[in-house]
């Protein structure tokens, strides 16, 4: 009997044993994935960042044909505008 109890107390210390070794390896995982996800929003942010770069220059740079544009044509492109603008209008109606 008394080994019977011996037996259960060294497999509970066997399980209490593994059991914590399983949450620190738990922990250890969870504490490499904080890290990762903090790695990929720096990235994601470093990508956004350029990519609004990018997009902000490509804008200024139509905004400067346009002006071009208008100050060569003028009449021509008010009367592109008030095409679309009249398109927009019967659009609008439906």
């Known amino acids: ?9 060294a497999a509970e210390a066997d399980a209490e044993a593994r059991t914590a070794s399983a949450q620190a390896e738990v922990e250890a995982q ?6 990762e996800i903090a790695r990929l929003t720096e990235t994601v942010s470093a990508i956004s960042t350029g990519a609004r770069a990018v997009v902000q220059g490509e804008a ?11 100050r060569d044509e003028p009449i021509s492109s008010l009367l592109t505008v008030a095409g679309v603008a009249f398109l927009f209008g019967l659009l609008a109606r439906r």
């Open 1 to 9: 009997m008394a080994e019977k109890k011996l037996a259960a107390v």
């Open 30 to 35: 969870i504490a490499d994935l904080r890290t």
């Open 60 to 70: 200024e740079l139509m905004t400067e044909r346009v002006r071009e544009r208008v």
